[in-house]
Every structure is written in C-alpha cells, then in structure tokens.
C-alpha cells in the first residue's frame, strides 16, 4: 500500500488525518474543522484532493469543508445519511462501502456522542477512523445519543480485530488516561501508557493511532466486564450495579466531571 497517513494538528487538540496516496499524489482528508490548514498542507505537499471523510457533523470536524469544496468543487465528501452537515453529498449508512485512494472502508454506524455518527474501517490495512467515539484512553461525552447507544458503538468497534490501529481526532490522551488511573490505580498497563504519553508530549510528538489491543488493557469504558472497573464504579456510587451499560453510565458521568 502506497498510501501514508499524516495528522494535522489544528484547534486546542485536533487531528484532521489525512490520507495520501504517494503515487497519485492525491489526498483524503478525515473530518476537516479547519480548511485553510487543509489547502495549507497541500501546497506545501504538492497533493491535490480527492475525498473528504466526515465522522460526524461537530463544527470543529466539518468547519472547513465549505473552504475546500470552493477550491474542488467536485470531490466527494462522504458522511452518515442521517447527518444535519448539508454539504454531504455521498451519503453513508451501516454496511455500506467506499473505495478511497485504493482503499476499502466500510461503514460503521455509531451512535452515542452524536446520533449521525460513522467510521471508516479499512480490514485490510488494519486502520478504523473512529472520530469522537473511541479515543485512547477514553471516549466522546454522550451528546445526542443515549449511553446504552455509546457503550453498543465502543462494543461494535473493540468486536474489530485487535490489532486495528484506531485513529481518533482529539489529542485527549493524558486526560483520558489520568481518569483511567483514578478507576484502576493499580494497573500496570495504564501507568506505562501514562509514562509513554508524557514522553511524547513533552517532546512535541502525537499519542496517536492506538490500538484495539492497547485499549482492551487500559480503558476504562471498554473494561466494563473487569471485577475492579465493577468495583470502583460501585464505590463511585455507592451502590451495587447490574449491568455493564450501569457501569459504563457511572464511569461516563463520573469522567464528566473528573
């Protein structure tokens, strides 16, 4: 495969990916909030554009398609056909397919942080584009959806092979991952994610792709079947819970106000 993946880091924390393919010299971008960055990018790459991705309608992912469809006015952007972003114009459900700079993407619908939102999993590269639903570490506050509906999404996406490289768009890692260690003080795995992503950081350097293996071991919201993610949600609220949705509930309005 010819194709590389690069993060543009825009905002407060973040990432527009964007897909290259070297030999064609054309780009796909992955929930594009700011357009002037994009066009940036791609002078300075000599890249032209060929698709724009959407995960979810937020204006912070989709503020700059507006700007790149003046410069190509013909590219497709693809997104959930239930979306309220109006400038979709290859609409996308469930089960459906895209063939994306010699890539295979098929869609996922999730549900939970906004109710239109989408992945794209590409089973042969081992690459998911997962927007604001599964992020290292963590996952997308419960916007528009129910937490029934987010904890489904994060079980659809961790039912992926494990070794699927996720590539979220926030820069949340060290947020997310001092919450971990609040749940499970005692885990290994999440201390030495901590240490890693402080090293990173502090040199300036991405915390992103993870992967689905990574999160099996260290977050919180996809361990809800762990005897002490159980324990500290029942401290949390003081009360015995039933279920792994009780469960992911209490973590999810536990880390909103952590």
């Known amino acids: 495969m010819t194709n590389t993946i690069t993060p543009l880091a825009v905002f407060d924390d973040n ?10 010299k054309k780009v796909a971008v992955v929930d594009p909030g700011d357009g002037l960055a994009v066009l940036d990018w791609l002078e300075a ?9 959407v995960t979810h ?12 469809l003046e410069r190509y006015p013909d590219i497709a952007v693809f997104g959930g056909s239930n979306s309220p972003c109006e400038l979709i114009n290859r609409p996308l459900i469930e089960g ?9 993407f098929s869609i996922l619908h999730l549900p939970g942080h906004t109710l239109d939102h989408i992945a794209y999993y590409d089973a042969n590269e081992q690459q998911l584009f997962c927007g604001d639903t599964l992020f290292l570490a963590g996952c997308g506050r419960v916007f528009e959806g129910t937490m029934e509906q987010m904890h ?5 996406l961790m039912a992926l092979p494990e070794n699927t490289f996720a590539y979220p768009t926030h820069e949340y890692s060290l947020a997310n991952l001092a919450f971990a260690s609040a749940v499970e003080p005692e885990n290994s795995d999440i201390k030495a994610a901590i240490n890693k992503a402080q090293y990173q950081r502090q040199r300036g350097l ?44 209490t973590l999810r309005e536990w880390k909103n106000n952590f």
Request: aromatic share 6%; with cysteine.
């Open 15 to 24: 990432y527009i990916w964007c897909i290259a393919n070297t030999q064609q």
């Open 45 to 53: 790459s000599n890249y032209q554009l060929s698709a724009v991705m």
């Open 57 to 68: 309608h937020h204006y912070d992912h989709t503020g700059g398609i507006a700007t790149l």
């Open 96 to 104: 459906d397919t895209i063939n994306v700079l010699e890539q295979t």
């Open 152 to 156: 489904l999404s994060l079980n659809k």
């Open 206 to 249: 991405i915390t992103l792709p993870t992967q689905l293996t990574q999160e099996a071991l260290i977050n919180p919201f996809v361990r809800c079947h762990m005897p002490d993610v159980i324990m500290a949600a029942q401290q949390r609220v003081e009360t015995k819970l039933h279920t792994q949705e009780q469960i992911f509930s």
